[in-house]
Nanobody
Framework: QVQLVESGGRLVQAGGSLRLSCVASGRTFATYAMGWFRQAPGKEREFVAGISWSGGSRDYAESVKGRFTISRDNALNTVYLQMNILKPEDTAVYYC???????????????WGQGTQVTVSS
């Protein structure tokens, strides 16, 4: 089973940038698709971005297209989420998760990290 640990969340001003990281344990990281989700207070956890095991395919929520970029380094067992032009509505706890195949369906992800808080001030 893959264990996931996110980092990089903090308070940032609107218009700023952050890069989140998620490090996975285990030797099978390169066989999993990876995703980033977020959950704001009082809201459902929602898909943000996903990447296939090879990095050749990526998917984004409409709300972050053109601002966020997901990438991965299989040699480092790490997936990243580069977030630019941040908005107050991006404020949430961000989670990384692993899945057998790339999907934007939350139920398709089997392992989850503990989350990292991103707060965007206006």
């Amino acid at each position: 089973q893959v264990q996931l640990v996110e980092s990089g969340g903090r308070l940032v001003q609107a218009g700023g940038s952050l890069r989140l990281s998620c490090v996975a344990s285990g030797r099978t990281f390169a066989t999993y698709a990876m995703g980033w989700f977020r959950q704001a207070p009082g809201k459902e956890r929602e898909f943000v971005a996903g990447i296939s095991w090879s990095g050749g395919s990526r998917d984004y929520a409409e709300s972050v297209k053109g601002r966020f970029t997901i990438s991965r380094d299989n040699a480092l067992n790490t997936v990243y989420l580069q977030m630019n032009i941040l908005k107050p509505e991006d404020t949430a706890v961000y989670y990384c998760a692993s899945a057998p195949v790339l999907t934007n369906y939350r139920g398709g992800y089997t392992n989850w990290g503990q989350g990292t808080q991103v707060t965007v001030s206006s």
